[in-house]
């Protein structure tokens, strides 16, 4: 699991003044997804509509429901260990649910980046995820995730509903990539030629991204304990 996943989610819920023993327990849970929920092994995440985008130029098929759908079935699952007090799976089910909120809203899993091996690595999809590893705590991301404001959330499908409309405004973001056909796609808005990285994003937009992944977080997080038993 990429660390920012980890970072994300600790300055997440540091936001909520939870404690760092139950925020290392959530993280915890949330690193244990890709191993168990691999990438096209097990589950999809990816929204569909962009896995299928994704797999129109070349991305490997995955059949399984989206990243949209994983995350409100966890939802769900965290909503009926909280009702039996069963505590260890409600955060169990909340570390996943984190974990496919995030993944459907990465850039690099909505544009279809390519993913073609070159040199022993993925570009541009590994490239960005490398870029944001690296300077993740030298932008104003941390302190834009710790103070996002909840996006109420009021179902699963809710969820689900507004993880695809978040996904829609990602993809209306200025950014230019080349794409998994190898085609380079510019975006005007951001440039007129494409970076040897083979993706081009500005850090604010990418930083409102990671905010509004913290914002459908404590969204979801609020809908579990809505009842005030924490």
């Not at 993925?122 to 590893?133: A, G, K, Q, V």
């Not at 494409?194 to 991204?209: A, E, N, T, Y």
Request: hydrophobic share 40%.
């Amino acid at each position: 699991m990429p660390p920012v996943h980890g970072w994300m989610t600790s300055h997440t819920l540091a936001g909520l003044k939870w404690d760092k023993n139950t925020i290392e327990r959530v993280v915890r849970y949330i690193k244990e997804v890709d191993q168990i929920f691999g990438h096209n092994r097990g589950s999809c995440h990816r929204v569909r509509k962009y896995q299928d985008e994704f797999q129109k130029y070349g991305g490997k098929i995955c059949p399984f429901p989206g990243a949209e759908l994983q995350a409100a079935k966890f939802l769900a699952g965290a909503c009926d260990f909280h009702i039996v007090d069963d505590e260890d799976r409600v955060w169990k089910y909340l570390g996943w649910t984190i974990h496919f909120i995030q993944d459907a809203l990465c850039p690099e899993h909505i544009f279809p980046f390519q993913e073609r091996l070159i040199l022993f690595l993925r570009e541009p999809h590994l490239s960005f995820m490398i870029y944001t590893l690296l300077v993740y705590g030298h932008r104003d991301w941390p302190k834009l995730v710790q103070n996002a404001p909840a996006i109420e959330i009021t179902s699963p499908n809710d969820l689900r509903r507004k993880l695809q409309e978040a996904a829609d405004w990602v993809y209306e973001l200025p950014c230019s990539y080349r794409r998994n056909d190898g085609q380079s796609i510019i975006d005007p808005r951001i440039g007129k030629k494409l970076p040897f990285r083979g993706w081009d994003m500005s850090d604010k937009d990418i930083g409102m991204v990671l905010e509004r992944t913290s914002s459908l977080v404590k969204g979801a997080i609020g809908f579990v304990f809505a009842d005030g038993r924490f």
